[in-house]
Structures are given as structure tokens and as C-alpha cells.
């Protein structure tokens, strides 16, 4: 339902190794936020909730808040880098729009 | 697009409302708790509707009142109240000292803890809204111990505690931004029980605590004190000492409301049925200024030697921002006004200007603000050295948060292990200052005497906290500490100290010398002892008489503690082994090449 | 250069800036430094107090640990960190005669504390400076005695400028000895007068 492109899976498990403790994995969710409603939010795993998605990769686990999981599914995450900036970028089959800043998007 | 980033978890993403943090002025009389929301300050009042919350907790059986409760619930017999309970925060914090009944003993941290609970409740109803950050105000003069004490019986009861500010800062932070006011600014800040002075440079949105000074225990207590001694001695014929507790107890209050009249009238006549054969008398106010000169004396005192210190002298001061419920005595301003020529400012009600800075800081830290605080620490840190001397690591009045490194080494050959204790205060020699704790730094290769280094890091945050760690720059080896009350020292202390390091600056001096020859000398001993062996080998036989010689002498002077013949004969030493170290580096230098071949040196 | 192969904690990209990551806008882990580097400034003694009070205020405003209270463990223990090493950088520079002793020894490798002190001039110098010291008796003379002191550090930091100026280092450090003893005095003076 998701898939992680080979420089996201590497930065992933780059990121918990250097996070400086032991994690559980990573979380995707989605937040209410920016200018078109809803927003993803990835964040470090400390305490699983039982009731999250999971998805296992060679080196970590990736946990989707049921809530995102709608939003997410067909969903690519790649990494990015260039001379400016560097991150996650999610790409969404599903999506209609995107606002202007980039942060948010609806269905 | 924006590309997205792996946070910590909980960590909020949305800013859409403001977060409410609560500001919480905790006094040794009373409490004042303060919010800012959409622009504007609001105190929690209690279920009477009051703002002030007296810092009272008294115990009927199982069920334990606080405040106004305890005030105004006249079934409670006045001897059963526990008040001004900060004032033993800064000792005995978690010690079992105060009897409720034959089954409650509780610590002073446990009372605070019961204060915190209730002012929990408080805002629960207040606000309508649960949170429980909170920013606390201490005394700036709060030591180490002190600061900890406050956190934890907060933190006890539920509150996430932001930040721990000290309370002149807070004061000058909520009227700087109220009024606008720049320059340097005096805050002189006497509570029920304590009394600090800061001296702050504000500047657009900066607030910068440049020294402060203080005495955690002094303040309006003391005064009404004072009036109850010269009540009983010049009204009562009769010692105050003589009298039940219960006594003491309705005297001391009623002495607090003759203080709170001198502002209107001349006199003021108060109700003693509590006394034989009196029901009332007349307390004038010559008998309570009387009473409170001995202690505004110490306030001037105090404030003198902060200017003093500092760069400053009277003229570049722009004012006394007036504070704390004691301030109030017009009395005190009178007195204030004729020992500094400047002006005074007491337009914000100096009961709840703290808890307002406190409020309006808490609200910055959680949404942010142009504002900056920056304060400082009131006490030297430092650490006990060889022949119980303290070496200062941290100075008194340094900015905040502050980490220093310092080097330091072991004092006998082979030695693996080393004693750290923790010391706060101003003095030169280590007894007369507070301990915080004690950690031993083991695991050190052995070396000769001088040779290891040790690492020790102090660290000071922004809540005013220390954190101690060590590390053996060779092994590598870390320790951190945690500083825990080894030694309970008395409160007055803390402010003795200060008052100690001026009176005895000299002495000290003159005793930290004897002691660094003796160490200087013990050192050159162990050394010496160390190349025994090749001393013998590599020397003369009149060399060796020579310096076996002088080395009897120098142990001999050490024991009689002589400051000049130790320093002589460390030079005479250093001079008769000139030539035997010459030796042994030509002799290492000659072992090194015997047997190797030109290609491989 | 071994300086910029610096990557950051968060994003895993070089970083060249001192304090924040250029492309994730993160706190820095710092790195070392000497407070000329932290605020940026060349390796001369005449500095702009003015500036560098403004500079000090405004990397505060950024690093200051009350703005990191919403931040994750890293970011708050970076930010005491940098914070901590501006307070402390800023008052060694803004005080001309600690200022000095930094210079020495980044510019020459000159350290006060592994020196003896062997001038005779400057040793009897201080010596009946002390004694006039400890002989005070009324707070006029006391007066009189500071301002003597203060005048003579005053014209021993215009001298230690110009020998800086000069590049003339071991001149330079010279002074800065003697500067170090007279602040001492201006600082134990402060003790006795309080008792005056």
C-alpha cells in the first residue's frame, strides 16, 4: 500500500541510527494543518499504538495511523537532495491538489 | 513543494491557538498564580474569590486546609498552621520535621507539595482548560538545593514545570514590558521571607540580569517578628520567649495588622484578649519602625555592596523598581529614598508584578516571543581540592546557562581514583561553604602524581541547576552525577558565606598560602619518593647526602605548616637535582638508542 | 577542508554555518572554537563593544535554550550548549584584559597560568601598590587609591593596543601580566571598601 524508494529506506534507517536512542520505527500520520486541511506528519516511534498500520522493511518498521492510511494508500515516499534542501517528498496518486505552500493537500 | 522532515513524536506541529502556561509566584506568605491569554493577565483567584493565596496549610484529623481556607475557618486553632514552609525549603528539604499528629511527620518538600496540589485544583476550575505547564518563580538567591526542592514538589503533583525564573527577573520582565521602561534598573524585591536584589539592564526586549544579591532569609516575617519582641518588651513587660505557642502565634499576627496600619494612622490600637489582664494596647509607629530598621539596615547593606560590585555607579542607575508585599511599608520607602537618590516605582501592585512576569514568560516560552531573558547565578560552584581548598569553577553572577571545564590531576603516584565534592559559596576554604554532593571519579590509569588528566564539567541551566560530570581525559572514562544533598547545612549560612568571604578574605588568603606550599612541598616529596630508585643509581654519594638532606628538612617544615623555609627548600631541591635530571634524560635518551639501527630512528 | 565535511544530525547534509543547518533550518551540534571565531571576529584587540553586545543579543534571540523548550532532546541540549558558550565567550571578550590573554594565546600560544613570573620591576611594582592597599584607612584615601588603579589599567590597555597594533606580541603579553595583577587589586579593593 506504501512503497519507500532505496535513498528514502537508506535516510530512514540513517536517521534512527544517528536519533541517538533506540526507536521503534518510524510513524506516518496525518495532521490538520496549512492552508488546504490536512497535512502528513513523520515522526520517530517510541510507543506503538496497537492499533497502527504496519509495514516492515529490511531495517526498521513503518507504522501508518489508521486515520492516513485512506490518504496514503499507492503513496511512493522518495528522498530528495539538492543544493537547497532535502527531505521526504510523498508522491499521492490520490490527490487532487495542492495548496501553495506545500505543506497540505485534499482529496 | 516543501519536503518533509522525521520528528520527535508529541512534538506539536500546529500553532493555530496559544498555549496557556501558568505563571505561579510561590511566596513564603502567599501565592500568586497568573495566566496570560489574547493580551492579557488573569489570576486564578480561590473559591472566596481572592487573589492571593496565603502559602497556609493546617491539618483537622485526616483532612488537610490551605490558604484562605485555613484562614478563615476560625475552628482551626491558629497554633496548628504551617506557614512561611519555603522558608525550610532551603534546608532540610526532604527531612521528616514537621509534626502534624503522632502518626503524620511530613518534610518541608511534602507541605510544598500539598500548596502545589491545591493551587493544581485552582486552576483546574479556573481555567476550564487542562494544562499543566507552569513557569515558577524562586528567589534569585535560591541556591542549588533550594531550586531542586521547589521543581520537585511540583513536579510531584502533576505540573510540567518550563522553567524555574527568579523573581526580580520575573518582576522586571512584567514591568519593563508593561511600561516600556530602558536603562539599568535596581529590583529590590522583600517578600515574607526573603529578600533579593537584582540589578538589570533592559533594552528592547532584552532583559539582562547584570548581579544580584540577596538573603533567602529575611523579609516581612522578620519585621512582624520584631514588632512582637518590642510589643511584649516595651508593652507587655514579659519576654517573648515566655510565651505558648498559642501566644506567639495571635501576637505575631496581630503585629503584622499594626504593621499593615502604620500607612494610615499614627498608631494603631490592637485587640489582645489572648493576654492576662490586657484586651488592648496602642503599638505607635515609632515602635514599628524601631522594629524594622534593624532589617531595612540589612536590605541597604546588601544593596550597597550589589552596586558596589558592579560597574556602575549611582548616576547611571535609572530606578528601584519596588517589589514583594513587605514593600509596601511606606516606612521602608522613606528609608530607601534617603539612602539612594533615585527614583522609585511601585505603580504595579508589588503583590502580583512577579506572578505576572512569570506569566507572561511562561507564555513566551510556549508560543514563542521577541523577548529575551538572560539571568544569572547568585553563588559561586566549585570544587574541593587537595588541602581542603575550594577552587572556584563557576563565578558568582555568571551568565546563564554556562558549562566550564577544568582541569585537574592526582596528587599522589599510582593514585586511581578521586573524591569530587561539590562546593557553593564564596569562600576560599571549603568548610565554610555548602556542599551539594560528592561523587568519586574511578578507574584512572596509574600514573605518577600529575600526570592523569581529569575533566570536570560544570554545567548551569537555564532553570538555574547544576549538573556535574567527569571525565578522564586518557581513559576516556565518564561519570555524570546527579548532585544530591549530602551535607544539611543551615540556611543562614548561605548568606553568612558571602557576608564571611568579605570579613575574611584576608585570613583565608593567608591560610590558602600556607596550605599551597604545604601541598607544593607534599608534592615535590611524592616526586622525589617516585625516582628514589634512580636518584641513587644516577647520583653522587655526596649528591645523595645533599638531597636526602634537604628532603628530611622539607618534611620536617612541612608538618610545622612554614610557608617560606617550604618554598626555600623547594628551590634548594630543584636546585640539587638539576644536574640528576640532566642525567637521566641523557641516560633515557642513550637507552632509547642502544640497539636500533640508524633506519629506524 | 575538513570544516565542511560537517554533516547534519537531521537532514544528513554538509553544513557550513556555525549554528543552524542551511537547508533543514536545524540547531547545530557544536563544534569548537575560540570566542573570536564564535562572534566572527579577526584576531585584534581593538573590537567594537558596541557590535559585539548587539551580535551577543542577536544569537541569543536564536540559541537562547527558552526558545527550544518545544524541541526535541538534541535541539535542547544543543541549544544550552551554544547558549552557554556565548555567555561565556562574550564576557571574556568584552573585557579587555581577558580579551587580551585569549589573544596571546591563539596568536602566540602565551599562558599566563603555566608561567612564572620572574620581572623583579613589575613584581616590586605590585608589591608597594599592595601595601598602600592594605593601608587604608578612611574611605577618601580608598577613593583616591581607586581611581590611581583604574588609571593605571586604563593606560595599560592603551599601551597593550598599540604593542598589539605593533604585532609586538611579547611586549604585548608583558603588559597583559601586569594588567592581570592590577585588576586583581581593583578586585580586592572592592572587598575593602565594602568593610570601609
Not at chain 1, 536519533?19 to 490536512?38: E, F, H, N, P, Y
Request: net charge negative.
Amino acid at each position: 500500500m506504501i512503497t519507500l524508494t532505496e535513498g528514502a529506506e537508506k535516510q530512514v534507517s540513517k536517521l534512527l541510527e544517528n536519533r541517538g536512542k533506540v526507536s521503534k520505527g518510524i510513524r506516518i500520520g496525518v495532521t490538520t494543518k496549512g492552508c488546504s486541511g490536512l497535512s502528513y506528519s513523520l515522526e520517530f516511534v517510541d510507543d506503538i499504538q496497537n492499533s497502527d498500520e504496519k509495514v516492515s522493511f529490511r531495517d526498521f518498521t513503518l507504522f501508518i495511523d489508521p486515520k492516513a492510511t485512506f490518504f496514503l494508500i499507492g503513496t511512493q515516499i522518495d528522498y530528495v537532495e539538492d543544493e537547497l534542501q532535502s527531505g521526504f517528498k510523498f508522491s499521492n496518486p490520490n490527490e487532487k491538489g495542492r495548496c501553495g505552500c506545500g505543506e497540505s493537500f485534499h482529496i | 513543494m516543501s519536503l518533509m522532515q522525521i520528528t520527535e513524536p508529541n512534538k506539536k506541529t500546529n500553532h493555530v491557538d496559544d498555549h496557556t502556561a501558568i505563571g505561579i509566584d510561590f511566596g513564603t506568605t502567599n501565592c500568586v498564580c497568573t495566566f496570560f491569554k489574547n493580551g492579557v493577565y488573569n489570576i486564578i483567584t480561590d473559591e472566596y474569590k481572592k487573589k492571593l493565596i496565603p502559602s497556609v496549610v493546617a491539618f483537622r484529623g485526616d483532612n488537610f486546609f490551605v490558604g484562605n481556607q485555613v484562614l478563615l475557618n476560625k475552628d482551626i486553632p491558629k497554633e496548628n498552621y504551617i506557614f512561611s514552609i519555603k522558608r525550610h525549603l532551603t534546608r532540610d528539604q526532604s527531612k521528616k520535621i514537621i509534626k502534624i499528629s503522632n502518626d503524620i511527620i511530613l518534610s518541608p518538600l511534602e507541605v510544598s507539595s500539598i500548596i502545589f496540589e491545591y493551587i493544581k485544583k485552582l486552576i483546574n476550575e479556573d481555567l476550564k482548560e487542562k494544562t499543566n505547564k507552569c513557569v515558577i518563580t524562586v528567589p534569585a538567591y535560591f541556591d542549588e538545593l533550594s531550586r531542586v526542592a521547589v521543581k520537585k514538589a511540583a513536579i510531584n503533583t502533576g505540573f510540567d514545570v518550563l522553567r524555574l525564573i527568579n523573581e526580580p527577573t520575573a518582576a522586571a520582565l512584567a514591568y519593563g514590558l508593561e511600561k516600556k521602561v530602558k536603562g539599568n534598573y535596581f529590583v529590590y524585591d522583600l517578600g515574607g521571607g526573603t529578600f533579593d536584589i537584582s540589578l538589570l539592564k533592559l533594552s528592547d526586549g532584552i532583559f539582562k540580569v547584570l548581579r544580584t544579591g540577596g538573603n533567602v532569609n529575611l523579609g516581612g516575617d522578620d519585621i512582624d517578628l520584631a514588632i512582637a519582641k518590642n510589643i511584649c518588651k516595651k508593652l507587655l513587660n514579659t519576654e517573648f520567649e515566655q510565651l505558648t505557642s498559642k501566644q506567639k502565634a495571635e501576637l505575631i499576627m496581630s503585629s503584622k495588622k499594626s504593621k499593615e496600619n502604620y500607612n494610615n494612622d499614627h498608631s494603631s490600637n490592637l485587640k489582645i484578649d489572648f493576654f492576662e489582664n490586657v484586651n488592648e494596647i496602642q503599638v505607635s509607629n515609632e515602635l514599628i519602625e524601631e522594629s524594622a530598621n534593624d532589617i531595612i539596615d540589612t536590605t541597604i547593606r546588601i544593596s550597597k555592596s550589589v552596586l558596589n560590585e558592579s560597574e556602575l555607579n549611582l548616576s547611571k542607575i535609572d530606578g528601584f523598581i519596588l517589589v514583594g508585599g513587605s514593600t509596601k511599608l511606606d516606612y521602608l520607602k522613606k528609608r530607601l529614598k534617603e539612602s539612594f537618590e533615585v527614583k522609585f516605582f511601585s505603580d504595579i501592585n508589588p503583590e502580583i508584578i512577579v506572578a505576572q512576569g512569570a506569566a507572561s514568560h511562561a507564555h513566551a516560552l510556549l508560543n514563542g516571543s521577541e523577548n529575551l531573558l538572560l539571568d544569572v547565578t547568585p553563588l559561586s560552584l566549585g570544587i574541593e581540592t587537595a588541602g581542603g581548598l575550594m577552587e572556584k569553577i563557576i563565578d558568582r553572577n555568571s551568565t546563564i546557562p554556562i558549562t566550564k571545564e577544568q582541569e585537574f590531576t592526582t596528587f599522589e603516584n599510582g593514585q586511581t581514583a578521586i573524591k569530587i565534592n561539590i562546593l557553593q559559596g564564596e569562600r576560599e576554604i571549603c568548610k565554610y561553604n555548602r556542599s551539594l554532593g560528592e561523587f568519586v571519579l574511578s578507574g584512572i590509569e596509574p600514573k605518577p602524581a600529575g600526570i592523569p588528566r581529569i575533566k570536570v564539567r560544570f554545567s548551569v541551566d537555564s532553570d538555574g541547576i547544576l549538573d556535574v560530570s567527569a571525565y578522564d581525559e586518557n581513559s576516556g572514562k565518564k561519570h555524570i552525577i546527579e548532585v544530591q544533598p549530602v551535607k544539611q547545612l543551615n540556611s543562614n549560612e548561605v548568606i553568612e558565606m558571602i557576608k564571611d568571604s568579605v570579613n575574611n578574605s584576608k585570613m583565608d588568603l593567608e591560610e590558602r598560602s600556607v596550605l599551597e606550599a604545604v601541598i607544593e612541598g607534599q608534592r615535590c616529596l611524592n616526586e622525589l619518593n617516585y625516582l628514589n630508585d634512580e636518584i641513587i643509581t644516577l647520583c653522587s654519594k655526596e649528591e645523595q647526602k645533599k638531597i636526602f638532606v634537604a628532603i628530611g628538612d622539607l618534611k620536617l617544615k612541612i608538618k610545622e605548616k612554614k610557608k617560606y623555609e617550604i618554598k626555600k627548600l623547594i628551590d634548594k631541591l630543584n636546585l640539587l637535582t638539576q644536574n640528576f635530571a640532566q642525567k637521566r634524560i641523557e641516560n633515557s635518551i642513550g637507552s632509547g638508542l642502544v640497539g636500533q639501527d640508524l633506519d629506524n630512528l | 577542508m575538513k570544516k565542511n565535511s560537517i554533516s547534519c544530525w537531521n537532514c544528513g547534509n554538509n553544513v557550513k554555518n556555525f549554528f543552524f543547518c542551511e537547508h533543514c533550518k536545524k540547531i547545530q551540534k557544536p563544534i569548537e572554537h575560540d570566542p573570536f571565531q564564535l562572534f566572527s571576529l579577526p584576531y585584534e584587540f581593538n573590537i567594537d563593544i558596541e557590535k559585539l553586545e548587539a551580535d551577543f543579543f542577536n544569537l541569543q534571540h536564536k540559541l537562547h535554550p527558552d526558545k527550544f523548550i518545544n524541541a526535541n532532546e538534541n535541539e535542547k541540549l544543543f541549544s544550552g550548549i551554544h547558549s552557554g558558550n556565548l555567555n561565556q565567550s562574550y564576557h571574556l571578550l568584552v573585557d579587555p584584559i581577558s580579551r587580551a590573554g585569549i589573544l596571546l594565546k591563539i596568536l602566540i600560544n602565551y599562558d599566563l597560568k603555566e608561567k612564572t613570573v620572574n620581572d623583579k620591576i613589575l613584581l616590586f611594582e605590585i608589591m608597594e601598590l599592595e601595601e598602600e592597599k592594605e593601608n587604608l584607612q578612611q574611605k577618601k584615601d580608598a577613593l583616591i587609591f581607586y581611581k590611581k588603579i583604574m588609571g593605571l589599567i586604563d593606560d595599560e590597555i592603551k599601551t597593550i593596543n598599540n604593542k598589539f597594533k605593533e604585532e609586538n606580541y611579547l611586549e604585548a603579553a608583558k603588559i597583559h601580566t601586569k594588567l592581570t595583577y592590577l585588576k586583581k587589586i581593583k578586585n580586592d579593593f572592592k572587598k575593602v571598601e565594602i568593610e570601609l
